[in-house]
Structure formats: C-alpha cells, structure tokens
C-alpha cells in the first residue's frame, strides 16, 4: 500500500515553453502533497505544500507564478512550472501524506518516484 | 532553528563489513525521525522510522537505527553491507506539532558506496 505516482518520468521541452507534472496517490487519498526539487548529490528543497481544495504554500524564495499547484482531488496534485528555462532542468520528486485511516498515523511521507525535467 | 546533519558526504565499506551512517537533529520537542534511500534517478523509497518506544528501530533490508535523545542522533546502520546498498541516505525529522502539514526536515545526503 501507500504507492504514489508520477508523470511523466522523463520530459525534454523547449525554453518558453510549459510543462505539467501530475502526482497521484494510487491507493490512498492523500490530505496533503509535497512538491520537492532536488538538484544533483543535492539534498531535497521543499518547495510547496499543497492540500487538497486549497491554494498551495509556497517555501520561501519559489515563485507561485512559475511553478502552478493544483491539488484538485484527494489523488492528485500537479505542478506546472510555466515558461521553463534551462535553469529549471532538475528533478521534481512529490509526496503524500494519507487521510485518514491507519495509514494516516504519524502523517507520514510517501514519495513518487521522480521527474526529470530537463529544459533546451 | 530545525536541522539535520548528515556529517558524512560519502561512506566506504566493503561488502561483509558493518556500515554506519551518521545522522544528528535540532529539533524542539519530541522529533519523528526517518531515514530513506535514493538509488539513482528515482524517488526516495521509506527504510524505518522513530515515534516512540524502542530506541533500536528496526526497518527494510536489514537497516536499523538507534535514537539517542541525549546525543541527538540517529544513526543508520546494517551489520554486513551489501554492494545492493550503494545509494543515497537521507535523514529526515518531522516536527510532531499535530495537523495535517508537518513538514520534512532533510539533512543533506550520504552517498553510501560499498566494495565488494
């Protein structure tokens, strides 16, 4: 149990252009989403709590308008990081922290498994 | 101000060998602590975790960690480590404030390199 998801794996898009990436908790509805980027043999930066049929917290320093948090069921929560440029490129990993139910003791953190965003 | 150091870049031991990594907090009140792995390229996978209780926890593929609250620390180990291991270890503590937004606190990343 506790598997989250997400998609694309792998994206290679154009400067200027916009790239969506969907988290989805596949077997557990998840109150709340993190949203991390993680630069390489660097540690997790935390960039936006997102809970569901609200507006996202952004960490201090992430631009809203650039990077768009929708978290519009209790399965899924996406990240659009609009206008990307090169620097950009990096991986974006999401978490979930279950509602409810046994799983939800101790909220604790289930991550997918990553999106590497590299950005020409 | 919360943290967690990772005092160790990277760890070397050959396979056989016990392995240690090294994990230290700053956190106000009573810290949940986890340790997760990175293989390259993919998302952090869960290995163990401390609430309470029992202050050798014991997690997946064989990894344990001791919490020790006078010395702040809670360091990963295995007794005989495995070339399958080699990856990226995160420590991590979560402020147990209650609610439903308890944020992540990551240290900075070992890289576990194992010989064989």
């Known amino acids: 149990g506790a598997v989250v998801s997400q998609h694309p794996s792998r994206v290679i898009c154009k400067s200027g252009t916009s790239v969506k990436i969907e988290c989805r908790s596949l077997d557990f509805q998840a109150t709340t989403m993190f949203w991390y980027r993680q630069f390489p043999k660097k540690s997790l930066m935390l960039m936006a709590t997102s809970n569901e049929g609200s507006k996202a917290t952004y960490e201090q320093g992430v631009e809203k308008d650039k990077f768009l948090i929708n978290h519009a069921s209790l399965t899924l929560s996406t990240l659009t990081v609009t206008s990307a440029h090169p620097e950009d490129s990096s991986f974006y990993i999401c978490?979930?922290?279950?509602?409810?139910?046994?799983?939800?003791?101790?909220?604790?953190?289930?991550f997918g498994p990553g999106t590497r965003l590299t950005v020409l | 101000a919360q943290s967690v150091a990772q005092p160790e870049d990277q760890v070397n031991v050959a396979e056989g060998n016990p392995l240690t990594v090294k994990c230290t907090y700053s956190?106000?009140?009573?810290?949940?602590l986890f340790w997760y792995v990175q293989y390259p390229n993919r998302g952090l996978q869960f290995l163990l975790k401390y609430i309470t209780g029992d202050n050798l926890v014991k997690g997946s593929y064989g990894f344990e960690a001791e919490f020790n609250k006078s010395q702040t620390s809670f360091h990963l180990k295995k007794p005989s480590a495995l070339v399958s291991d080699s990856a990226l270890y995160f420590c991590a503590v979560r402020r147990n404030y209650g609610g439903a937004t308890n944020k992540l606190i990551f240290g900075t990343g070992t890289l576990l390199a194992v010989q064989p």
């Open positions: 978490s979930a922290t279950p509602h409810g139910g046994i799983l939800s003791s101790y909220n604790e953190q289930f």
């Open positions: 956190v106000s009140g009573n810290p949940y």
